[in-house]
Nanobody
Framework: QVQLVESGGGLVQTGGSLRLSCAAS????????MGWFRHAPGKERELVAA????????YYADSVKGRFTISRDNAKNTMYLQMNSLKPEDTAVYYC?????????????????WGQGTQVTISS
C-alpha cells in the first residue's frame, strides 16, 4: 500500500500562487501514477491534473490549463502541483491520489490510495 500526505494549502488572494506537495510512503518501489483531485462545496469531486509514473505524460482539466503545473520527483517520492493565477473558483479541498501502474486514469474510482486533503481558499 501507499500512504499519501498533502501539504501546502492555505489562503491566498486572487491572482496569487500556491504549491501543493504530496509525499508518498509505504510500497513506493512499484510504479504508480498519481493525480490531484479537488472537491468544492456543492460540486462533484473533479480531476484537476494527473501524471504518469515517468512524468512524461500529464493531464490538466480545462479550467486549470495554463495556470497549474503538475510534476513529480520519484527519488523523493513526492508529487507537486504549482498553482498560479489562482481564482476564487479554485477554492476547494485538494486531494492527491495514487494508483499502481504506469498511466493515470480520469475517474476517482481508479485510484486506490488517497491523502487526507488540504484546503485551498482563494479570496476575491
Amino acid at each position: 500500500q501507499v500512504q499519501l500526505v498533502e501539504s501546502g494549502g492555505g489562503l491566498v488572494q486572487t491572482g496569487g500562487s500556491l504549491r501543493l506537495s504530496c509525499a508518498a510512503s509505504g510500497r513506493t518501489g512499484s510504479s504508480y501514477a498519481m493525480g490531484w483531485f479537488r472537491h468544492a462545496p456543492g460540486k462533484e469531486r473533479e480531476l484537476v491534473a494527473a501524471i504518469s509514473w515517468s512524468g512524461g505524460s500529464t493531464y490538466y482539466a480545462d479550467s486549470v490549463k495554463g495556470r497549474f503545473t503538475i510534476s513529480r520527483d520519484n527519488a523523493k517520492n513526492t508529487m507537486y502541483l504549482q498553482m498560479n493565477s489562482l481564482k476564487p473558483e479554485d477554492t476547494a479541498v485538494y486531494y492527491c491520489a495514487a494508483r499502481y501502474g504506469l498511466g493515470f486514469r480520469p475517474e476517482s474510482s481508479d485510484y486506490a490510495y488517497w491523502g487526507q486533503g488540504t484546503q485551498v481558499t482563494i479570496s476575491s
